[in-house]
């Protein structure tokens, strides 16, 4: 939205001949009101999460604007706090660029590197005859460059971000103009800087966190998988036995060895099956999003269940649709949420009283808008009406153990995914959790 009053761009006409009335015409913006509103734009770019990249190209060039023979820069500092990184310079030739990014600051290391190693501005009129560029000379000399002011761009703290440098063709000194331009730059790029710090630390806390509840989730899942693959294993064992008793024995009825080995192979199947995706899942990796069919993710999710299902006789049921468009997606976050929200599902019901009703629903369905959503429905205690939004709040759980980040940690995962997640009470017992995600490819994958 505009920071100017419309009102004063205004300007009064002398009617024509003939006219009753004054007319008016829109006045022409200013340059004063065309860097205001640069700046409104380069503050949304940030709002809204855009790289930092082009968040400091669009606000140096925004500068240069605002006067024609200066060519600007900005320089990031390095998390070692040692050495220049590039962060924007569209108008400087690319092999002086290229040169200086990764060079040591230090105190005699050009204007932009003493500034951040002294925290303060540099401002090098003539760089062909000042001390501080002794090593950076013929560089500056071969891209036309005569004059440097340096600047250090500070966060909220005082820490040192980076800098922010104006260049001239021909040996200049300040005139005091560019101190209001500066002063821009050098606030615009130290919100950028650490908005974008900022928001990297949150994704590596998530991250962390989402990686604790996976392992606590994992945790609860593999002592009912490891009651599975015992019994998996003892059939394997029972058969092999069977097998060679009967040939030791000399006993050669092919049709029962053949059953027997047919057996041991699908059960050892079964067993690696079950052992991969305990695997995937506790695999830690940076996300990987791929085409993903959900209604296959419910199935995996469901198996690695199971067990624990039957042992609390609650009955799994699926409502899968055909055709289900495939989702962009990482594979494991997407199960870890659907992991999480089956076995919500599966200890919201071991207090329930009535044994009758005991079921999981995993139902996948097209949503209006193209989205594809999972409902995972349980007949447990259910959610009072006051709780809904409150079960995804961070730290809240009505469970003995756990940290109460589980919901709040998936919720986090569908959005990221550019989806949404909630609850709903049930009409009957129990509550009802749901998700949608895009439909990232516009055509439909058979179930």
Same mark, same amino acid.
């Not at 092999?240 to 699908?266: F, G, P, W």
């Not at 209604?295 to 049921?317: G, P, W, Y």
């Not at 659907?338 to 076995?343: G, H, M, Q, R, T």
């Not at 709040?408 to 009957?428: K, T, V």
């Given at each position: 939205?505009? %920071?100017?009053?419309?009102?004063?761009?205004?300007?009064?006409?002398?009617?024509?001949?003939?006219?009753?009335?004054?007319?008016?015409?829109?006045?022409?913006?200013?340059?004063?009101?065309?860097?205001?509103?640069?700046?409104?734009?380069?503050?949304?770019?940030?709002?809204?999460?855009?790289?930092?990249?082009?968040?400091?190209?669009?606000?140096?060039?925004? =500068?240069?604007?605002?006067?024609?023979?200066?060519?600007?820069?900005?320089?990031?500092?390095?998390? +070692?706090?040692?050495?220049?990184?590039?962060?924007?310079?569209?108008?400087?030739? %690319?092999?002086? /660029?290229?040169? =200086?990014?990764?060079?040591?600051?230090?105190?005699?290391?050009?204007?932009?590197?003493?500034?951040?190693?002294?925290?303060?501005?540099?401002? /090098?009129? +003539?760089?062909?005859?000042?001390?501080?560029?002794?090593?950076?000379? +013929?560089?500056?000399?071969?891209?036309?460059?005569?004059?440097?002011?340096?600047?250090?761009?500070?966060?909220?703290?005082?820490?040192?971000?980076?800098?922010?440098?104006?260049?001239?063709?021909?040996?200049?000194?300040?005139?005091?103009?560019?101190?209001?331009?500066? %002063?821009?730059?050098?606030?615009?790029?130290?919100?950028?800087?650490?908005?974008?710090?900022?928001?990297?630390?949150?994704?590596?806390?998530?991250?962390?966190?989402?990686?604790?509840?996976?392992?606590?989730?994992?945790?609860?899942?593999?002592?009912? =998988?490891?009651?599975?693959?015992?019994?998996?294993?003892?059939?394997?064992? *029972?058969?092999?036995?069977?097998?060679?008793?009967?040939?030791?024995?000399?006993?050669? %009825?092919? @049709? &029962?060895?053949?059953?027997?080995?047919?057996?041991?192979?699908?059960?050892?199947?079964?067993? =690696?099956?079950?052992?991969?995706?305990?695997?995937?899942?506790?695999?830690?990796?940076?996300?990987?999003?791929?085409?993903?069919?959900?209604? *296959?993710?419910?199935?995996?999710?469901?198996?690695?269940?199971?067990?624990?299902?039957?042992?609390?006789?609650?009955?799994?049921? #699926?409502?899968? @649709?055909?055709?289900?468009?495939? /989702?962009?997606? +990482?594979?494991?976050?997407?199960?870890?949420?659907?992991?999480?929200?089956?076995?919500?599902?599966?200890?919201?019901?071991?207090?329930?009283?009535?044994?009758?009703?005991?079921?999981?629903?995993?139902?996948?369905?097209?949503? *209006?808008?193209?989205?594809?959503?999972?409902?995972?429905?349980?007949?447990?205690?259910?959610? &009072?009406?006051?709780?809904?939004?409150?079960?995804?709040?961070?730290?809240?759980?009505?469970?003995? /153990?756990?940290?109460?980040?589980?919901?709040?940690?998936?919720?986090?995962?569908?959005?990221?995914?550019?989806?949404?997640?909630?609850?709903?009470?049930?009409?009957?017992?129990?509550?009802?959790?749901?998700? #949608?995600?895009?439909?990232?490819?516009?055509?439909?994958?058979?179930?």
């Amino acid at each position: 939205m505009d %920071d100017f009053d419309h009102s004063e761009m205004l300007t009064e006409v002398p009617p024509a001949k003939g006219e009753a009335r004054t007319r008016m015409i829109p006045k022409a913006p200013t340059d004063e009101e065309n860097f205001r509103k640069g700046q409104s734009r380069i503050l949304e770019m940030i709002a809204r999460n855009e790289p930092l990249s082009k968040i400091l190209d669009s606000l140096v060039l925004l =500068i240069e604007e605002q006067s024609p023979e200066m060519l600007c820069s900005i320089l990031l500092l390095s998390d +070692d706090g040692n050495h220049i990184r590039h962060g924007a310079a569209p108008s400087l030739p %690319d092999e002086y /660029v290229n040169a =200086i990014d990764g060079s040591p600051i230090g105190p005699k290391n050009g204007s932009c590197g003493t500034a951040m190693y002294r925290g303060k501005s540099v401002v /090098v009129s +003539d760089v062909l005859i000042d001390p501080l560029w002794d090593d950076y000379r +013929d560089l500056a000399s071969a891209a036309g460059l005569r004059a440097c002011w340096s600047t250090p761009i500070m966060s909220g703290r005082g820490k040192v971000l980076g800098s922010f440098a104006m260049y001239y063709r021909q040996p200049q000194a300040p005139t005091g103009e560019e101190a209001r331009l500066t %002063d821009v730059a050098t606030h615009i790029a130290g919100l950028a800087i650490e908005h974008q710090a900022a928001q990297e630390l949150l994704r590596r806390t998530q991250a962390e966190l989402a990686r604790a509840t996976q392992m606590t989730s994992m945790r609860q899942v593999a002592v009912s =998988i490891g009651q599975e693959i015992n019994q998996t294993l003892a059939a394997i064992v *029972e058969n092999a036995d069977q097998t060679l008793l009967s040939l030791n024995e000399d006993k050669y %009825d092919l @049709a &029962k060895i053949r059953e027997s080995l047919t057996n041991i192979s699908n059960a050892g199947r079964r067993t =690696i099956e079950v052992i991969a995706r305990i695997r995937a899942l506790a695999k830690h990796s940076e996300p990987q999003k791929a085409p993903l069919n959900l209604n *296959e993710l419910a199935r995996e999710v469901l198996d690695l269940v199971a067990h624990e299902a039957q042992r609390k006789h609650i009955a799994l049921h #699926t409502e899968l @649709a055909e055709n289900v468009p495939s /989702v962009p997606g +990482d594979r494991v976050q997407l199960q870890q949420v659907l992991l999480n929200l089956a076995i919500n599902g599966v200890e919201a019901m071991n207090e329930s009283s009535d044994q009758q009703t005991l079921e999981l629903t995993v139902k996948t369905a097209r949503a *209006e808008n193209g989205e594809v959503m999972v409902a995972v429905t349980d007949r447990g205690t259910g959610i &009072k009406p006051q709780e809904v939004e409150r079960v995804f709040r961070a730290f809240h759980t009505t469970k003995n /153990v756990g940290l109460g980040m589980g919901l709040a940690i998936s919720r986090s995962i569908i959005e990221a995914h550019g989806g949404r997640l909630w609850a709903e009470p049930n009409i009957g017992p129990g509550s009802t959790f749901k998700f #949608t995600l895009p439909n990232g490819t516009g055509s439909s994958q058979s179930a």
